[in-house]
């Protein structure tokens, strides 16, 4: 009656019918949480924060291929977290020390003009 694809999804020992599954989908929230705050200002960012999301995706990430059987699942959500806190961690790095930089800069060549 039911596709067999289908059939192994189920009755597979990180599928739908076990802890193994539902804990990594709704892990999905943090990452898209993470996505969300991309429109929000980088000074709201905070480095531990995503720091730990980072070393939390990155180390679950692994897991999920070290582990029997292996859970795409867990290994999915984990890159997409370690991801999305790079992203937001560049972003707030950026902001933090390079746009200071180039404040500096364009105030700094500004000055010259008037004086000129």
Excluded: C
Aim: hydrophobic fraction near 40%; aromatic fraction near 10%; avoid cysteine.
């Amino acid at each position: 009656m039911v596709n067999p694809k289908l059939q192994a999804l189920w009755n597979h020992p990180a599928g739908p019918k076990t802890i193994h599954f539902w804990a990594p989908t709704f892990k999905w929230g943090i990452t898209i949480a993470n996505i969300l705050d991309s429109s929000k200002p980088p000074e709201q960012v905070s480095y531990a924060q995503q720091t730990v999301i980072l070393g939390s995706g990155l180390i679950w990430a692994r897991w999920g291929t070290v582990i029997t059987p292996k859970n795409w699942n867990l290994v999915s959500v984990n890159f997409g977290m370690a991801v999305t806190s790079m992203f937001q961690l560049a972003r707030k790095t950026q902001h933090d020390y390079l746009s200071s930089k180039d404040q500096q800069e364009v105030e700094a060549a500004s000055e010259n003009i008037e004086d000129q």
